[in-house]
């Protein structure tokens, strides 16, 4: 008899490196680089590391980990939480709006049947998430499927997350979350306008994404979070500025989520870079220290060159 998972979770712990943790929840691999042989889920995100080594993130739970498939849907779970991941080839399902809706109709139906339920936080990677004009660009389109496959899923209480563009030909609509037994709690930033409530010219759908959720253990997931002050695109054309502007929307985000304030963000950060070039203007700019994997990916605005998301614990 499988145990019944716990009502409350246990600490989950994340962390970047490349050897691989004893009991891991979840492995996530960038670059190409080897899934480890060890057990949890598996994600291999198909993009650019731009640090010496591409490295790993290891997600690890007390207790046991089980794992298996649904459907298309790969999972894992163990102390409270399950992960979860799904892949879907886009001429299969017709673009990328259907595509979106496909992924995410099936993620609500997925969740709704589990013990952890409550979905807390969403990365999705994309291709050529920019390509297209006006209303036609693929991001947008992502938005509208995003909300169509949702349809009643999540009542407008989005989780947090990630949208980035990746360039790997080969590869579809990756999508993956993380859900747990207990509800976590939606946390706006104070300094910008909720992604839900952005005004018509960002698009016909508005994003469905909360800026951060406090986890049932008290951490904070932060979403992917960029240079917008209000609901518009600060800096641009100026890199170093708009990872400053990002890191103190990271920094008001912590305040409103009830958080000590600390100077930085000490658990593992990813930042996205549009521009490889630009990665030393990045390190000037970034406190030294923390854990974090430095990733060329694309912004979901064209004149967007940086997003950086992370995690805090308490
Ligand atoms: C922004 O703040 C930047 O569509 O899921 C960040 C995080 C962004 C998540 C999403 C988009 C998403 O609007 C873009």
Redesign the pocket.
């Given at each position: 008899m499988p145990s019944l998972p716990p009502d409350v979770p246990c600490l989950l712990r994340i962390e970047l490196g490349v050897a691989a943790t004893s009991s891991p929840l979840m492995t996530i691999s960038f670059d190409g680089a080897n899934p480890p042989v060890t057990g949890g889920l598996c994600i291999s995100v198909p993009l650019r590391a731009l640090d010496r080594m591409p490295l790993r993130e290891h997600w690890s739970v007390d207790g046991d980990v089980r794992h298996g498939h649904s459907g298309n849907v790969r999972w894992a779970r163990g102390g409270g939480w399950l992960v979860a991941a799904l892949e879907l080839d886009e001429s299969v399902h017709g673009g990328i709006e259907a595509t979106a809706a496909e992924a995410y109709a099936t993620l609500a139906a997925f969740a709704a049947r589990q013990p952890e339920r409550h979905v807390l936080r969403i990365w999705?990677y994309l291709a050529d998430i920019n390509a297209g004009l006006d209303d036609n660009e693929r991001y947008k389109l992502f938005?509208a499927g995003r909300r169509r496959g949702l349809g009643e899923a999540f009542q407008g209480a989005y989780p947090a997350?990630?949208?980035i563009g990746h360039r790997d030909r080969t590869r579809g609509l990756i999508v993956y979350w993380l859900a747990s037994v207990a509800p976590g709690t939606r946390i706006e930033n104070p300094r910008q306008v909720p992604?839900w409530r952005y005004p018509r010219q960002y698009g016909p759908v508005p994003?469905g994404?909360a800026r951060g959720t406090r986890l049932p253990d008290g951490s904070l997931a932060i979403?992917?979070?960029?240079s917008?002050v209000g609901h518009a695109s600060l800096h641009v054309g100026d890199c170093a500025a708009q990872v400053r502007e990002s890191l103190a929307n990271i920094a008001a985000l912590q305040v409103a989520a009830g958080l000590p304030p600390e100077p930085e963000v000490r658990a593992p950060m990813k930042i996205y870079l549009r521009d490889a070039g630009e990665l030393p203007t990045l390190r000037a700019n970034i406190p030294a220290g923390i854990p974090v994997q430095l990733l060329e990916g694309d912004?979901?605005r064209r004149e967007l060159l940086v997003?950086i998301e992370g995690w805090r614990h308490p």
């Open positions: 999705n938005c997350a990630t949208a992604a994003p994404f979403s992917g979070t960029a917008i912004i979901c997003e």
